[in-house]
C-alpha cells in the first residue's frame, strides 16, 4: 500500500474504536491496539485491536488489513493473519479488510475454504469485507466522529466533493487534540489524493503551507514523493499482464509483458509527477501538465519527481525541466 499504508496504521492505532464502528461493531466499550509481534517479521497485519463489547465481558481479538484496491493476494494475508492469531493465541480473531477504492470487476473474496487432497482435512474461514466506496459518505460524517473523516473522503457521494472536503475539515477541527487534529488533516489529503486530484486538497483542508508543515505528513513526504513509482510499478505490472497476453498473440507474451510494464510504470510515474507539483505550487499550469504528459520516459519522470520536491518554486522546476 505505500503511503496509504502508513495514514493506515497511524488511524488504527489511534482511532481504532472508530474503525470498529466503521466496520458494523458499534457497541464498543473501550479497546487497546495491540502490538503484532505474534506474525512473523514481513507477514505484519496492518492492525489488531483487542475490544470489549457492550455486555460482553471477555474482550475479542479484532484484525484489521487495509487494501488500496481489490487483490487476490490480499485473502492469503487474510488466511495467514487468521491462523497465526490462533496458533499464538488459542483464540480466532474477527476478521475485517478495508479497501479503499475499486479496481475494474476485482473482488476480495469474503471467506476461503481449503481441502487436503485425500479430502480428510477440511478448511473454511470467512470475514468481513469493507468497500469504502459502497458507504455513503454522508452518513459517515453524520456520525459525528472526526476519526471517520479521513474513511469518509473516500464513500459514496451524492453532492459536491468540493462540500465534501470541507465537511471533513469541518468536523477533523472538533477533535480537541491538536497534534493528532493536524495527523488526521494530513491522511485525509493523502486518502483524498486517491480519488480527487483534481481539487486542491491543500487548500480545501486549511492552506498548502500550512499542511506541509503538519509532522505527520512530513514524515510521509518520502512515500508521497514515491507514490506515482511505486503505484506506477504496481498498476503497470497488472497492464503488462492484461494487454501483453492480448499483444503476445502477435509479438510474444514476454515482449507484450515488457512493453505494458513499462507503460504502465510510466503512467504511474508521470501522474505521481503531476500531483505532486499540484500540491506544492499554486501557479502549476496546464500548459505545464501538456508538457509533462510528453515526456516519454519513466527515467527522466523519476528525476523530476526529484527536482519537484526539492526547488523552492515553480519557476525553479521548470528552468530545471527546460534545461
Not at 489529503?189 to 486538497?201: A, H, I, T
Not at 506544492?280 to 508538457?291: G, H, I, M, S, V
Request: net charge negative; aromatic share 8%.
Amino acid at each position: 500500500m505505500g503511503i496509504y499504508d502508513r495514514g493506515s496504521k497511524w488511524l488504527i492505532q489511534h482511532f481504532g474504536d472508530v474503525l470498529l464502528r466503521l466496520a458494523g461493531f458499534g457497541n464498543v466499550v473501550r479497546w487497546k491496539p495491540l502490538q503484532a509481534e505474534v506474525i512473523s517479521p514481513g507477514q505484519l497485519p496492518d492492525g489488531l485491536i483487542e475490544a470489549w463489547l457492550e455486555g460482553d465481558p471477555e474482550p475479542h481479538l479484532f484484525i484489521f488489513e487495509i487494501g488500496t484496491y481489490p487483490e487476490t493476494r490480499l485473502t492469503e494475508q487474510l488466511i495467514r493473519d487468521a491462523l497465526t492469531v490462533f496458533l499464538d493465541r488459542r483464540v480466532l480473531p474477527e476478521v475485517v479488510a478495508v479497501l479503499l477504492r475499486p479496481r475494474g470487476r476485482l473482488k476480495v473474496a469474503h471467506g476461503a475454504h481449503q481441502s487436503s487432497r485425500l479430502a480428510t482435512t477440511e478448511l473454511r474461514l470467512r470475514w468481513r469485507v469493507v468497500e469504502l466506496w459502497n458507504l455513503s459518505a454522508e452518513a459517515l460524517l453524520a456520525l459525528g466522529l472526526p476519526g471517520l473523516a479521513p474513511w469518509a473522503v473516500l464513500g459514496r457521494l451524492t453532492g459536491s466533493p468540493v462540500d465534501l472536503i470541507r465537511d471533513c475539515r469541518e468536523l477533523i477541527d472538533q477533535h480537541p487534540d491538536p497534534l493528532e487534529r493536524e495527523s488526521l488533516l494530513a491522511i485525509t489529503w493523502v486518502f483524498g489524493s486517491l480519488r480527487y486530484n483534481d481539487l486542491d486538497l491543500p487548500a480545501l483542508l486549511g492552506g498548502r503551507e500550512k499542511m506541509l508543515e503538519i509532522p505527520l505528513f512530513q514524515e510521509l513526504s518520502e512515500e508521497f514523493l514515491a507514490k506515482g513509482i511505486t503505484l506506477g510499478r504496481e498498476e503497470g505490472y497488472t497492464l503488462g499482464l492484461e494487454k501483453g497476453l492480448t499483444q503476445g498473440r502477435e509479438e510474444g507474451i514476454t515482449l507484450g509483458e515488457e512493453k505494458g510494464v513499462e507503460k504502465g510504470i510510466t503512467v504511474g510515474v508521470r501522474q505521481g509527477l503531476i500531483t505532486l507539483l499540484k500540491a506544492r505550487f499554486a501557479d502549476f499550469t496546464p500548459q505545464l501538465e501538456r508538457e509533462i504528459e510528453a515526456v516519454p520516459s519513466h527515467e527522466r519522470l523519476e528525476d523530476l519527481i526529484r527536482v519537484a520536491s526539492a526547488c523552492g518554486s515553480l519557476a525553479e522546476f521548470d528552468r530545471i525541466f527546460r534545461a
